[in-house]
C-alpha cells in the first residue's frame, strides 16, 4: 500500500468570518492552486504540534489551540502520491499572516470559496466549510399544513438544512410536499432543503440538495443524474461508503451511532467504529441514530461533520 504523506492543514478564519488561502508555487505538486497553509507532519510530532510550527513559518501566526477544533481528516491519493490532509479549523490566533515564504494570500468568503481553483484532494474541505453541523430531518406529519408548519418550527430552532423525509407518501405527493416547503422557507437565510428521495423526483421539483439511501446508492450510475448541486446518501457498511466516495458524493450519513427507539433491533456501532470509519474515507461524515444536540461536539470529535437528527428538530 502506497504510504500516506501527513500533512496538517488549517481553515483559518478572521473575526469577519473569511477563511485564509494561500496560492501554491507552481514549482509545487498541484503547482498553481489555491490551498488551506500548513505542511508535513514530520516524525515525533502531533498533528497541533505541527500545525503551529508550519503556520508560525509560512505564516508568521501563533495559533490558539482553545481555538482550534478538528475539522475533516481526507486521505487522498494522486496518480504520483498519497496524502492524508488532518484539516483543523482556527478561530483564533496572534500576529498579521502574511506570506512570509513569498506566497499570495487572500481572505476569502465562505460562499465565494467553491469560484476557486484547489488541488482535487481539498474538494472535501471546502464541502466541509460550506456544511452545517446540524441537518433537521422531517418526521411523520398529518398533511401538507403540519408539514410546513413543523418545518418552519425546526429552521426557527436553529437547523440550516432541512431533508424531507416522507417515504408513507406517494411520488407525487412527495415533490408536491417538497415545492410546498420549498416557497416557504426560501425567504430563510441560508436554509437548504434537501429532499430525501429519488433523482428523478429531486430532478422534477428542482431542489438543489438530494439525499438518497443506501439501496438507491448502490444503483447509482454517475452524479450527473442529479441536476443539483449537493448529492448525499445513507450509508450503513463499507461497501456503501466507498460507492459514496467512488461516484463523488458530498457528504453521507453512518449509522446507526447509538440505538434509536424507531429501530432498536438494530445494533449501534458506537463512537469509536464511527471514528475509524469516517477517518479513512475523503468525504464529510454526519452521524445519524439516536443523536442529540449534545452530540454535536462528539461527532465533530470523533471526525464527523456534526450530526443528522428527527427527534431533536421534529
Known sequence: MTKLIHVAAA???????????????????QGGLW??????????????EALSRELDEELDIQIDHAATRPLIQVPYHYPDKSVLLDVYKVSGFSGVPHG????????????????????????????????????????????????????????????????????????SERTALARQIRATIDAADGVVLSLNGSVAEANDCGVNALHLSSDKLMV?????????????????????????????????????????????EQPAMGWQAFSELVNAYPLPVYALGGMTAEDVDQSCQSGGQGICAIREYW
Not at 11 to 29: C, D, M, T, W, Y
Not at 241 to 255: I, M, P, Q, Y
Not at 258 to 264: D, L, R
Request: glycine share 6%; with cysteine.
Open 11 to 29: 481553515a483559518i478564519f478572521n473575526p469577519e468570518g473569511q477563511v485564509l488561502l494561500a496560492l501554491r508555487s507552481k514549482q509545487q505538486h
Open 35 to 48: 490551498e488551506f497553509p500548513g505542511g508535513k507532519v514530520e516524525a515525533n510530532e502531533s498533528v497541533l
Open 100 to 171: 512570509a515564504e513569498g506566497q499570495p494570500l487572500e481572505w476569502v468568503d465562505i460562499a465565494n470559496l467553491e469560484q476557486y481553483d484547489f488541488p482535487a484532494a481539498n474538494t472535501p474541505i471546502v464541502n466541509a466549510l460550506l456544511l452545517p453541523q446540524c441537518i433537521a430531518i422531517t418526521g411523520n406529519a398529518n398533511g401538507t399544513a403540519e408539514y410546513v408548519k413543523k418545518s418552519v418550527a425546526a429552521i426557527s430552532g436553529g437547523a440550516q438544512w432541512l431533508m424531507l423525509r416522507a417515504h408513507q407518501l406517494s411520488s
Open 220 to 264: 447509482l450510475n454517475t452524479r450527473t443524474e442529479f441536476r443539483g448541486r449537493w448529492l448525499s446518501a445513507s450509508c450503513h457498511t463499507i461497501e456503501q461508503l466507498e460507492k459514496a466516495v467512488s461516484l463523488g458524493l458530498d457528504f453521507v450519513t453512518l449509522s446507526p451511532v447509538k440505538t434509536t427507539a424507531t429501530h432498536p
